[in-house]
């Protein structure tokens, strides 16, 4: 199980802490001058702290988007339900076998951090995910954001105005979340504000794939690219993550769908991206070229970090068959 402790959030506009009442249904800055409008949103019989504030912010995240008909069970025949249920079990399975190339260095990262005490753990697009149980380390204080309510997801905000002060979080794990952001090198650098000095960050973005959040899907991210995003932090694994095979499996899935449909496309295609979504040879330049998605491994430096000049970057590109 994971373990939540209490978390000290700040406001996004005026970086003063916020205090959050959950008996009044309250939550106000200590900037009494601050009129931004936080809500409490009671979900899966809790209490989740929703922290985006349409008036001041440029975002396109609003309250809108925490009731779209998508994230519920609305509107759902019992046989698209029970899809849901059985592709839910297999995919708890294949979370146990999951293995991610990064995963030595994550694990030896992670056991140095908490040895020292530095185990808080920031899950960005938690939703009803938690880590890889691959890397799960049960002593870490982890705490789940999203856009949206989910089974993890202890305070829904905008990841490019993240609610948490500098330096207070030893590990951030993004999954499948910057392709959805329409500043992603913002969202990095919020990252890098809250990440305390020699925390690690684990990226995971996809490169080859379809629109999969209809209007809230916006880049695509090569193992180079995605690389280029976290220039201030020392880069210690990166490559692509999913390979070749899979990305066939989704155009095709995609194409077919013109036909009968993506749910229907989806069900038939389901063992397939099963069996294209194991682990890859991360040397091929098959797999660079046409990755279905990429990762990056990253820490944050103690010293100032050195200039990244885009010649540099050319440097990453690095299939050992070319």
């Known amino acids: ?26 939550i106000k800055c200590k900037n009494k001058s601050c009129k931004a409008k936080y809500r409490i949103i009671k979900t899966n019989n809790k ?34 339900k029970l899809a ?32 020292n005490g530095e185990n ?24 789940g954001c999203d856009l949206y309510p989910g089974k993890q997801v202890d305070f829904i905000a905008d990841a490019h105005y993240l609610p948490l002060k500098d330096d207070s979080i030893n590990i951030i794990f993004l999954q499948a979340v910057l392709e959805h952001v329409l500043e992603p090198q913002k969202v990095v650098d919020e990252c890098y504000r809250v ?12 490169f080859l794939q379809g629109i999969h959040e209809n209007e809230y899907d916006f880049f695509r991210f090569s193992p180079s690219a995605h690389c280029f995003l ?31 449909g993506m ?21 091929l330049k098959a797999n660079w070229d046409y990755c279905n998605s990429s990762y990056v491994v990253a820490i944050k430096e103690v010293t100032k970090s050195k200039k990244y000049y885009h010649k540099n970057n050319l440097k990453l590109y690095d299939p050992k068959d070319k």
Not at 98 to 106: A, F, Q
Not at 195 to 206: C, D, M, Q, T
Not at 248 to 254: S, T, V
Not at 263 to 283: A, E, G, Q, T
């Open 120 to 143: 808080k753990c920031l899950i960005i697009g938690s939703g009803n995910r938690n880590l890889p149980n691959t890397i799960f380390d049960n002593r870490l204080e982890i705490l």
């Open 84 to 115: 849901d249920h059985i592709k839910s079990k297999i995919n708890n399975f294949l979370n146990e076998k999951y293995s991610p190339p990064y995963k030595e260095i994550t694990i030896n990262k992670f056991k140095s951090l908490i040895k």
């Open 1 to 26: 199980m994971r373990k939540i402790k209490k978390f000290n959030f700040q406001c996004p506009i005026h970086k003063k802490e916020l205090i959050i009442d959950f008996n009044k249904n309250l």
């Open 263 to 283: 749910k229907i496309s989806k069900i038939i295609f389901f063992p397939l991206m099963i069996l294209s979504n194991l682990n890859v040879n991360k040397n």
């Open 195 to 206: 990440l305390s000095k020699k925390g690690i960050i684990i990226s995971e973005a996809p």
């Open 230 to 260: 976290f220039k201030k932090f020392k880069l210690v694994s990166y490559g692509p993550l999913k390979g070749a095979g899979l990305s066939f499996i989704w155009i095709l899935r995609g194409f077919l769908s013109k036909y009968i």
């Open 47 to 80: 209490l989740v702290p929703c922290l985006i504030d349409e008036l001041n912010f440029d975002t396109v995240f609003n309250h809108k988007f925490l009731k779209p008909i998508r994230i519920f069970d609305k509107n759902k025949s019992n046989f698209f």
